[in-house]
């Protein structure tokens, strides 16, 4: 069992940052796959944003350029910089694991973009 708690979310103007983290416990495989999907309001889950645990990094289109994922194997743990972040934006953002098949998924946390 792998336990995922996401941290970091909260209110922004349009324009303004935010940073996520997420730090993943228990039975955690070296090799691994971390990122970032999110929920807006009364649409369906989207990736965001991945990265191996050999730092490969996969972005939607919509946020390249705006929003950078990174990692810290030695604490299994993610990040999500947001930059630039627009009201399309809104969304719970959920933590996600995956390793041999088999995805595990944070509580989630809201980032409302709103001025």
């Known amino acids: 069992q792998v336990q995922l708690a996401e941290s970091g979310g909260g209110l922004a103007q349009p324009g303004g940052s935010l940073r996520l983290s997420c730090a993943a416990s228990?039975?955690?495989?070296?090799?691994?796959?971390m990122g970032w999907y999110r929920q807006g309001p009364g649409k369906e889950r989207e990736l965001v944003a991945t990265i191996t645990s050999g730092g490969v990094t996969n972005y939607a289109d919509s946020v390249k350029g705006r929003f950078t994922i990174s990692r810290d194997n030695a604490k299994n743990t993610v990040y999500l910089q947001m930059n630039s972040l627009k009201p399309e934006d809104t969304a719970v953002y959920l933590c996600n694991y995956h390793s041999h098949w088999t995805d595990y998924w944070g509580k989630g946390t809201l980032v409302t973009v709103s001025s």
């Open positions: 228990g039975s955690i495989f070296r090799v691994n796959i």
